[in-house]
Nanobody, 115 residues
Framework: QVQLVESGGGLVQAGGSLRLSCAASRSIFRGNAMDWYRQAPGKQRELVATVTSDGSTNYADSVQGRFTISRDTAKNTIYLQMNNLKPEDTAVYYC?????????WGQGTQVTVSS
């Protein structure tokens, strides 16, 4: 079964940290870039971070220096380490990836940052 399964969301105070995980089917993960997106209430979904198949990374300006995306090839899993969280980081976070001709999304995990 082709799928993406996120975990690790929750409620945290401002300044705190969380680590999100996304376990992917091998056909989605291997050789493909993987991303984290987020969507806050009333806002459009936005790209947060990308990790390519060779490990190169890219970040939205709003999270640069605070978030780190990584991938574990042995586990077909990507991670998003989120430090110094701010209330404006509150959103549902989605894992995304797959071959160029596909568009796979996870079910999302809620991250809530209290002030």
């Amino acid at each position: 079964q082709v799928q993406l399964v996120e975990s690790g969301g929750g409620l945290v105070q401002a300044g705190g940290s969380l680590r999100l995980s996304c376990a992917a089917s091998r056909s989605i993960f291997r050789g493909n870039a993987m991303d984290w997106y987020r969507q806050a209430p009333g806002k459009q979904r936005e790209l947060v971070a990308t990790v390519t198949s060779d490990g190169s990374t890219n970040y939205a300006d709003s999270v640069q220096g605070r978030f780190t995306i990584s991938r574990d090839t042995a586990k077909n899993t990507i991670y998003l380490q989120m430090n110094n969280l701010k209330p404006e980081d509150t959103a549902v976070y989605y894992c995304h990836g797959g071959p160029w001709f596909s568009d796979y999304w996870g079910q999302g995990t809620q991250v809530t940052v209290s002030s």
